[in-house]
């Protein structure tokens, strides 16, 4: 407990406040439309490019946006006139952006260490720079909910009743996939390559099966974000694990816990 | 003179490589109420997707109150169509309630960064309470039966105060009790409003109590297009055959 007192541990506690909000509210977006197979692919490709940013000697998070955006140009249309089959375009995806991640890898001209930091995340190294930008997409996507909450509502309903609506469901979809490239970006150095996609999709998942909600689902699942970033660094510190996975086992128990105890099982038992 | 409401010009309509309308052409009246019947497979609902612009017109030109339907004014035109889909399948969890899925219906017209006015909200309860739907709004939109939905779809196309609307076999799951209420209400707006309206059905009793003309459909093409009366003879003709 003695670590609340120095200033990486609270820049840290901060990040996962940041981060615990931004998956939280992306993952109701990617849990209630069942799209969560392009969530990975995004975040596998954020994950190659922050590599490629490495390898380049230049902007980590620069090339993690570009990657996760061209990820989303490349499954938005696909997805968007049904033409993507999850099973076999994900396999296709995630092999391919996975690959280029150990290529980047392989060719990175110094130490790994750098990479490895990316691949588990190390929310206790995080810099001024890292934390600002989560407050900039925190608060960006904060905003989106609120001012565009009743389209997005009706696109995560279904997105052809909202087009029949006079939406424009197609722009909002797009919305929702950059908004999500960018959050997984963003937060790719303090949770991880490989672990952020379960701190977007773990807490949306343990607050859906709670509330039948939109506007509660969104506050639940930021406070299991929240709890999840904030036990994990705690787990982290008193047992010196590491605090990337440690946040994602936690985010997970929540999960377990949120389906014992969830109010639609019983309700779908009946 | 009538006013042309909507107007299909040599229309084809094709998802990936099938073709499933073949230059269609006809005119539909400001207020007229036309039954959609035949086979399954015949192109039924893809033309009422056709109208509503989500089903892409691959060739020749769909006309809404005279002006061409594209990409630029389609949720323009959109926002006064009411539309009730044939199959409706959703995760019985999602955390959407039976109310704001009929609030769904307006938010077209509400506007962006705009709110649903008292206006809107009494027109809303005035709806719902027309199709006895009051004691569902508070419920899970997944959790409800087939029929219970369809009702909540209907006041969800209803609460735009539509100038056309589009059904599409809404008539299945409901009840007899539900199917005269919503034959009568849909008699009552449709006169009192003029909504010019296409309704699919398989139900020949439906069909001939409700509209006064017929669109028989076969293979993507117009195989008949008349009053009830020769629609009947029509009927019995094929019957025969």
């Known amino acids: ?270 | 003179m009538k006013n042309i409401k909507i107007k299909l010009n040599n229309v084809s309509v094709g998802y990936l490589t099938e073709t499933v309308i073949h230059g269609l052409s006809t005119e539909i009246a400001e207020g007229e109420f036309v039954g959609l019947f035949g086979p399954n497979g015949a192109g039924k609902t893809t033309l009422l997707c056709a109208i509503n612009g989500l089903a892409q017109i691959t060739e020749g030109n769909l006309y809404i109150d005279n002006t061409e339907f594209n990409i630029f004014n389609e949720n323009k035109f959109r926002r006064v169509m009411g539309y009730v889909p044939q199959r409706f399948d959703i995760d019985p969890k999602i955390p959407i309630l039976a109310e704001e899925v009929v609030s769904m219906g307006r938010y077209g017209k509400t506007g962006l960064l705009r709110f649903p006015s008292t206006k809107d909200k009494d027109f809303i309860t005035e709806v719902c309470a027309l199709l006895e739907i009051q004691y569902l709004l508070k419920k899970p939109f997944g959790q409800l039966s087939g029929g219970e939905r369809k009702r909540v779809l209907i006041a969800r196309a209803l609460v735009k105060d539509p100038e056309i609307m589009l059904f599409d076999e809404i008539f299945a799951w409901l009840d007899v009790k539900m199917i005269d209420r919503v034959i009568a209400i849909i008699r009552e707006i449709q006169i009192k409003k003029r909504i010019t309206t296409l309704m699919v059905s398989h139900d020949i009793e439906i069909i001939k109590t409700l509209c006064a003309r017929i669109i028989w459909m076969e293979d993507g093409k117009i195989f008949f297009d008349g009053d009830r009366e020769n629609f009947l003879k029509k009927l019995k003709a094929k019957q025969w055959n």
Not at chain 1, 108 to 136: C, F, M, R, Y
Not at chain 1, 174 to 202: C, E, P, R
Request: with cysteine; charged share 10%; glycine share 8%.
């Open chain 1, 1 to 270: 407990m003695e670590l609340i007192g120095f200033a990486f541990f609270q820049r840290a506690l901060f990040s996962a406040l940041l981060a615990g909000i931004a998956c939280g509210i992306v993952g109701v977006w990617i849990v209630t439309m069942r799209i969560s197979f392009i969530g990975v692919a995004i975040s596998h490709a954020a994950f190659a490019g922050a590599l490629l940013g490495l390898v380049l000697g230049k902007s980590v998070i620069f090339f993690s946006f570009l990657f996760s955006f061209l990820a989303c140009a490349v499954l938005g249309p696909l997805s968007d006139k049904g033409q993507l089959h999850p099973d076999t375009s994900i396999g296709i995806i995630f092999s391919s952006t996975v690959g280029l991640a150990f290529l980047f890898m392989g060719v990175l001209p110094e130490g790994k260490s750098q990479a490895l930091n990316l691949l588990w995340g190390s929310i206790l190294t995080i810099t001024h720079q890292d934390t600002i930008l989560l407050v900039i997409t925190v608060a960006l996507l904060i905003i989106v909910s609120i001012l565009f909450f009743k389209e997005l509502q009706s696109v995560i309903f279904n997105r052809e009743m909202a087009k029949a609506s006079g939406i424009s469901a197609t722009i909002f979809f797009y919305l929702i996939l950059f908004l999500s490239g960018m959050t997984i970006s963003t937060t790719l150095k303090s949770v991880g390559g490989l672990l952020v996609f379960a701190l977007v999709i773990n807490p949306a998942a343990a607050a859906y099966q709670i509330t039948y909600s939109l506007k509660k689902m969104y506050l639940l699942s930021t406070l299991f974000g929240v709890l999840s970033g904030w036990g994990g660094l705690f787990l982290a510190a008193q047992f010196n694990l590491p605090a990337g996975a440690s946040i994602v086992i936690v985010s997970t128990v929540i999960f377990i816990f949120s389906v014992l105890f969830s109010p639609k099982r019983v309700n779908n038992e009946n």
